[in-house]
């Protein structure tokens, strides 16, 4: 069995306030395999930036242990964690430019604090800012680029030094969806073609459903599951889970049908382009209530759940019933739905 890349073993962290001790991360336990694109979650003060800040030991835990590639970062001494620094790139919501140096000389940053030669290093700079698409303005400055512009920069100087991880925290947050899509592709990309494990901090749904293969939903400072993002849009077990994926008034729709029989139907694979519902009423000629809906298109196939309020007629019921099972679709009767 491979090793995972990164392991987090009951991590904790605490910060010392004037107002005393405030736990931040508590029993914090996840892995994250070699090539894969790991998502973290959660709403804003849920703890996901200080765990990525924990993972590279920005932030030394209080307790437990980070390993990457089996070593443990708790035993290892400053030089050795500054090194294995190197191997886990970082990018942040705003950016972090040096506005005073040009966009080559910002990807170059990293690898002058490396003591990479100043030829060598400008001619790895100008091969990263062809990766990202913007070997054209190698010679402009922070305040001439876009917002998408300097989050490409802000990719290249990441990636300088080869590093077999990229730690992404809110990359997405200050841009517009349009720019977002283009950032999150270009992310996906370099998974694929450099074989550098992402790990996508957000508190955007859409940024998981986009690019992720797994997902851990953190809240209130603790893991509150993890799992491969098309099982967790399928049947979210936790209650911040659904609040995350279906939003706070599908939740609490989805916990409360309003009367009469309903039932909760699974959409875990079609093609997202099948009108499954439209094609049921049709064939039934029977109408039914949408309770809520909760699907995704995840890769051109339909993922998630929808509850339904079946006709009020027995015969019309057992049609839909008969219908969901002739084209196999899951389901099941819900009666104050508890996920």
Known sequence: M????????????????????????????LEVSPGEIFGIIGLSGAGKSTLVRCINYLEVPTE??????????????DRERRMIRRS??????QFNLLAQRNVIRNVCFPLELAGVPKKE????????LKTVGLE??????????????KQRVAIARALATNPKVLLCDEATSALDPNTTKQILSLLKEIN????VTVIVITHEMAVIEAICDRVAIIDQSRIAEVGAVSEIFLNPRSAIGRKLIM?????????????????????DGRESAEPIISNMVLACKAPVNIMYAATRDI??????????????????????????ESIRIPYEEVDGYEA
């Open 299 to 324: 890769q051109g196939t339909a993922m998630g759940q929808m509850v339904v309020q079946l006709p009020k007629d027995a015969e019309g019921e057992e049609r839909v019933i008969r219908y969901l």
């Open 247 to 267: 939003g706070e008034a599908a939740s609490q729709a989805a916990e409360r049908p309003a009367g009469g029989r309903s039932i909760r139907i699974l959409f």
């Open 88 to 93: 886990m790139g970082m990018i942040f919501q």
């Open 64 to 77: 437990g242990d980070v390993l990457f590639e089996g070593r443990s970062m708790a035993s290892m001494t």
């Open 192 to 195: 694929q073609t450099l074989d």
């Open 136 to 149: 054209d303005r190698a010679l402009a400055y922070p305040a001439q680029l876009s917002g998408g512009q």
């Open 121 to 128: 290093a400008r001619e790895r700079a100008m091969e990263l």
């Open 2 to 29: 491979e090793t995972p890349i990164i392991q987090i073993k009951n991590l904790g962290k605490e910060f010392k306030t004037a107002n005393g001790p405030v736990r931040a991360l508590q029993d914090i336990n």
